[in-house]
């Protein structure tokens, strides 16, 4: 009688059981619940509360696979997000959802149309902890579909990224396609390969590819190629020293006007403001773009500044001739150039050239030199620019003037 009520008791315990495990079972899989805890897994490990609140949708053949809609991640305390997405795609192993305090191990995310807040961004990574095993580990990388990186008077949109592989310690290998949108009209449209040694801090980082700069009535193809070593510390992202080379054609309404352009020195992204100082700078052109080598500064925020001072080792021959004896001189012109204004530059440059004794301090629009260039062939021989110009003594058809000065307007012809 014992016998068959143990038994009994035995049974009823195990349907018990077996209910219990049947309805935790159905709980955790529903695809919301499910979703919770994959999501909170890859955000305990990167220090990020993640929710969504559209569809959900999983897989559990194979390797799992999570799909959720309308997904905002934000750094803990809550507030604004850093990054919202319309569809996120998870394919994440099943060691991974069983032990949440292991190192982040995943197969693939994919993400489309993220927006991701660069400010914001830059907060949670200042408030990361030290020391290895933070990043998570993507066995078959990431894919983004029409990004945007919204950054201070900036952004990057129709953002497609491809990554390979990501794992810490390894090396980087991705493809970037979009659009840069700056001051309009003007953007800058790349399509680009990066690499970089490991997803790292001081990681050595390059870009390489295509880019085309667009502005009102003028475009400007060109290959880059960039690399430095990346670092981010107390908000301030660094590549220092950046080295940049960039051959370029400038298209506007007349011959193209082929050059190349070097660049070198510490760039910095410190509260909105990218900074290249002090910044060496070598340009090298063809016909009316003249030779320059140059140092100086450069800031791009809410406005853009430039100064540089540097030399021409000579006057380019298609421009219009100077008189002797700086025609005939071999000196190289000493050049100093001034920016301050509007971020399209369409404010007025200053430029101030020297050579022998002679000076001449313009100021110049570089929408209307460029135009000039288009037209030189046909259109008047001097630039449209304010000048002022001394020289000491010049020779004009046999004559010798001394103590010359000369002004020059928009419109003047000899």
Same mark, same amino acid.
């Given at each position: 009688?014992?016998?068959?009520?143990? +038994?009994? !008791?035995?049974?009823?315990?195990?349907?018990?059981?077996?209910?219990?495990?049947?309805?935790?079972?159905?709980?955790?899989?529903?695809?919301?619940?499910?979703?919770?805890?994959?999501?909170?897994?890859?955000?305990?490990?990167? *220090? !990020?509360?993640? /929710?969504?609140?559209? $569809?959900?949708?999983?897989?559990?053949?194979?390797?799992?696979?999570?799909?959720?809609?309308?997904?905002?991640?934000?750094?803990?305390?809550?507030? $604004?997000?850093?990054?919202?997405?319309?569809?996120?795609?998870?394919? @994440?192993?099943?060691?991974?959802?069983? %032990?949440?305090?292991?190192?982040?191990?995943? $197969?693939?995310?994919?993400?489309?149309?993220?927006?991701?807040?660069? &400010?914001?961004?830059?907060?949670?990574?200042?408030?990361?902890?030290?020391?290895?095993?933070?990043?998570?580990?993507?066995?078959?990388?990431?894919?983004?579909?029409?990004?945007?990186?919204?950054?201070?008077?900036?952004?990057?949109?129709?953002?497609?990224?491809? =990554?390979?592989?990501?794992?810490?310690?390894?090396?980087?290998?991705?493809?970037?396609?979009?659009? !840069?949108? +700056?001051?309009?009209?003007?953007?800058?449209?790349?399509?680009?390969?990066?690499?970089?040694?490991?997803?790292?801090?001081?990681?050595?980082?390059?870009?390489?590819?295509?880019?085309?700069?667009?502005?009102?009535?003028?475009?400007?193809?060109?290959? =880059?190629?960039?690399?430095?070593?990346?670092?981010?510390?107390?908000?301030?992202?660094?590549?220092?020293? @950046?080295? #940049?080379?960039?051959? /370029?054609?400038?298209? *506007?309404?007349?011959?193209?006007?082929?050059?190349?352009?070097?660049?070198? *020195?510490?760039?910095?992204?410190?509260?909105?403001?990218?900074?290249?100082?002090?910044?060496?700078?070598? #340009?090298?052109?063809?016909?009316?773009?003249?030779?320059?080598?140059?140092?100086?500064?450069?800031?791009?925020? %809410?406005?853009? #500044?430039?100064?540089?001072?540097? &030399?021409?080792?000579?006057?380019?021959?298609?421009?219009? /001739?100077?008189?002797?004896?700086?025609?005939?001189?071999?000196?190289?012109?000493?050049?100093?150039?001034?920016?301050?204004?509007?971020?399209?530059?369409?404010?007025? =440059?200053? +430029?101030?050239?020297?050579?022998?004794? &002679?000076?001449?301090? &313009?100021?110049?629009?570089?929408?209307?030199?460029?135009?000039?260039? %288009? /037209?030189?062939?046909?259109?008047?021989?001097?630039?449209?620019?304010?000048?002022?110009?001394?020289?000491?003594?010049?020779?004009?058809?046999?004559?010798?003037?001394?103590?010359?000065?000369?002004?020059?307007?928009?419109?003047?012809?000899?």
């Amino acid at each position: 009688m014992r016998l068959r009520r143990g +038994l009994a !008791l035995a049974a009823g315990i195990a349907v018990v059981v077996l209910l219990l495990v049947a309805l935790a079972a159905a709980v955790l899989m529903q695809p919301r619940q499910l979703a919770r805890i994959a999501l909170g897994s890859v955000g305990d490990a990167l *220090g !990020l509360d993640i /929710a969504f609140e559209g $569809e959900a949708r999983y897989r559990l053949r194979g390797t799992p696979l999570l799909e959720v809609h309308d997904v905002a991640a934000r750094a803990p305390g809550g507030g $604004e997000p850093l990054l919202r997405a319309r569809r996120v795609l998870v394919s @994440l192993p099943w060691s991974t959802l069983r %032990d949440r305090g292991a190192p982040l191990v995943l $197969e693939r995310i994919e993400l489309d149309a993220p927006v991701l807040e660069l &400010a914001r961004l830059q907060a949670w990574l200042a408030g990361r902890p030290p020391g290895a095993g933070r990043l998570p580990t993507l066995s078959d990388g990431i894919g983004v579909r029409d990004g945007r990186l919204l950054g201070d008077g900036w952004a990057l949109a129709g953002l497609d990224l491809d =990554v390979a592989s990501f794992a810490e310690g390894q090396p980087v290998a991705a493809g970037a396609r979009g659009i !840069l949108e +700056l001051a309009a009209p003007l953007r800058v449209d790349f399509d680009l390969r990066l690499a970089a040694t490991r997803p790292a801090n001081g990681a050595g980082v390059s870009a390489r590819g295509k880019v085309q700069i667009h502005g009102a009535g003028w475009r400007l193809p060109a290959f =880059v190629a960039a690399s430095g070593p990346l670092r981010f510390d107390d908000g301030v992202l660094r590549v220092a020293p @950046l080295k #940049l080379g960039m051959s /370029a054609e400038y298209r *506007g309404d007349g011959e193209p006007l082929r050059f190349t352009l070097g660049a070198h *020195g510490p760039l910095r992204l410190r509260d909105g403001i990218w900074t290249l100082v002090p910044a060496a700078i070598a #340009l090298r052109g063809k016909d009316l773009i003249p030779d320059v080598d140059a140092h100086g500064r450069f800031a791009f925020g %809410d406005a853009l #500044l430039l100064g540089l001072d540097g &030399a021409m080792p000579a006057w380019p021959a298609t421009w219009p /001739a100077l008189p002797a004896p700086l025609g005939t001189s071999t000196s190289p012109l000493a050049a100093t150039l001034v920016y301050a204004g509007a971020r399209d530059a369409s404010d007025p =440059v200053g +430029l101030h050239l020297r050579r022998d004794g &002679a000076q001449a301090v &313009a100021g110049l629009r570089i929408a209307d030199v460029l135009t000039w260039m %288009d /037209a030189a062939a046909t259109g008047s021989p001097l630039p449209p620019l304010h000048a002022r110009a001394s020289a000491p003594r010049i020779e004009i058809a046999g004559a010798v003037l001394e103590g010359v000065e000369v002004e020059l307007e928009p419109g003047d012809a000899p």
